[in-house]
């Protein structure tokens, strides 16, 4: 898979306000004057945000509160998005990093990040766009878990016991759920990582939470670009039928993950 293809591709998702996240927020007015109330089937959920803090929270379809208040989830790429975002105009969620910040940050990870994530970072964006909460980003100004958290390399630090075994932290996947990227094995895999799995300090590996494993870096951005949801594990959008599945462990299968 050809680096400057994917990041082509990586960019051009990531850079397109309608299929930059897995949902997409549009106000719910709008979407009642162009389409009509019949709409709210196509609707995940809905989302109004609030003054103090900038906080949201989930409303029901039966809330009183007006629409005009009220953001609508819809599934990326949706036509109702795209004819939202449709004079929006196509750029970076953050700005890329620059190539000095980014060797300050791998001078504090002690460690080069992988040239495919490098690119992302300084080619595409710091952070902002991807599954879950997004590709974390980077210091300064990247994108930090759910706005006010900690970015990439904040993560990184303050849970030592954990990026050492499982590397760099790429997203949060919300509760206690992130994805990790190996800093060592080759194609530097992509793990799905949930604490709550973990008995922690009792003696055992945090390995003993992965969930699921994509490959490599570069299998998990094209699953993600190609639609592909690594999270719930549905078919891969033309796939070829000779290639494997991402990988469930559990049991015995998880002592035997090189990390």
């Known amino acids: 898979m050809s680096h400057d ?14 299929r930059r996240h897995d949902m997409v927020y549009v106000p719910m007015d709008w979407l009642k004057r162009e389409y009509g109330e019949n709409i709210s089937s196509r609707i995940h959920h809905t989302l109004q945000p609030l003054r103090e803090g ?11 509160t007006p629409d005009h208040l009220i953001r609508a989830a819809l599934e990326a790429g949706a036509p ?8 929006v105009p196509h750029e970076p969620p953050y700005p890329p990093i620059s190539q000095a910040d980014l060797h300050a940050c791998e001078q504090r990870i002690g460690h080069e990040l992988p040239e ?23 210091p300064p100004g990247g994108h930090r878990q759910l706005e006010s958290g900690p ?3 904040d993560r990184y630090e303050e849970r030592p016991e954990v990026s050492s075994v499982l590397g760099f932290p790429l997203v949060y996947a919300g509760c206690s ?3 990790y990227m190996s800093l060592t094995q080759p194609g530097n895999p992509v793990c799905l990582w949930d604490d709550d799995a973990w008995d922690f300090p009792e003696e055992q590996s945090p390995e003993a939470g992965i969930v699921t494993v994509a490959p490599s870096l570069a299998d998990w ?15 891969i959008p033309g796939n070829d039928p000779g290639r494997e599945p991402p990988t469930q462990l559990d049991g015995d299968a998880l002592d035997q ?3």
């Open 5 to 18: 293809d994917l990041i082509q591709r990586i960019r051009r998702r990531a850079w397109d306000p309608a």
């Open 54 to 64: 900038g906080s949201i929270f989930q409303l029901s379809f039966d809330d009183p």
């Open 80 to 87: 109702e998005a795209v004819k939202y975002f449709s004079d």
């Open 116 to 138: 495919l994530l490098r690119r992302v970072y300084t080619e595409v964006s710091n952070g902002g766009f991807g599954p879950s909460y997004d590709l974390l980003g980077l």
């Open 151 to 153: 970015d990439a390399l």
């Open 177 to 179: 759920m992130y994805w």
């Open 221 to 235: 951005f094209d699953g993600w670009v190609n639609g592909y949801n690594w999270f719930d594990h549905p078919p």
């Open 257 to 259: 993950i090189p990390y």
